[in-house]
């Protein structure tokens, strides 16, 4: 078995060709089985880490093979807002990886992004609870933090939160907002055309971009994914390019005969409205200007 350090250093130094142009991966989670040095949050157990260990190692195992140079880690929620796993394998591999972190936003949430900044973190998730989710002080102290700072917020949500997404969109409209997989359209394996139509609605905004990702979960979700074409079609006819990013949702991804190599093949092959450097854009152009800048 490679050191971590032989390990780290092979990866860094593989060399580029054809077959490994360096795409990034914008988003995927890891953790580790150590509980005692990175213990779950509240509410949480061993039975919600499916599978129950997934190292910066095995993600990187699954992701070079495929051309992925670089990877967006995104805080699991097991952890809480206790982002020290995801900061600690940023800094086993440096230049690898790119973060978005989780915070309480009820907690001096400007001073924290900040520290987390200077620790590569270029985004923060942030997720519905209430109807009001978006409405109250903590949140929009992170919004102007976050347009201030070059910061990104990461949305996880339905479609049914993407009206109030527009709303703060509206009120602070220099923030950079990244869209996780499609705001879910199509989860429960229908791809309706209102929440299409909602989705693209949001390219009015400037700074709001989409990630294609969590093809195992929506639509017909089954391999090789070609009934997400014509919605990826819409919003690549208003977003363009250089508002989209590919993503894995690893290591989610890997469950039901459904493989890392599967997910970036729908961008990387089988989009024939795209141009080369339009493929460069969803694949790594958009995520290193966001994530890696």
Known sequence: MLSRRAFTSSMLAAPLGAARPGWIDAHSHVWTPDRRRYPLAAGFTPDHMKPASFTPEELLAQARPAGVERVVLIQISFYGVNNSYMLDSMARFPGMFSG???????????????????AGVRGFRIRPRTPEWLDGPGMAAMWKCGAAEGLAMCPLMDPGALPALDRM?????????????F????????????DVKQLCGLAAHPRVHVKLSAFYTLG???YPYLDLIPMIRRLYDVYGPRRLMWASDCPYQLQNGNTYRGSIELIRDRLDFLTPADRDWLLRDTAARVFFS
Request: proline fraction near 4%.
């Open 100 to 118: 978005v972190a989780v915070i309480d936003e009820n907690d001096n949430p400007a001073a924290t992004m900040r520290r987390l900044k200077r």
């Open 169 to 181: 969109c509206r009120r602070h409209p220099e923030t950079t907002v990244v869209i996780d997989h």
């Open 220 to 222: 017909k979700a089954q």
């Open 183 to 194: 705001a879910r359209v199509g989860a429960g394996g229908e791809i309706r055309e209102a």
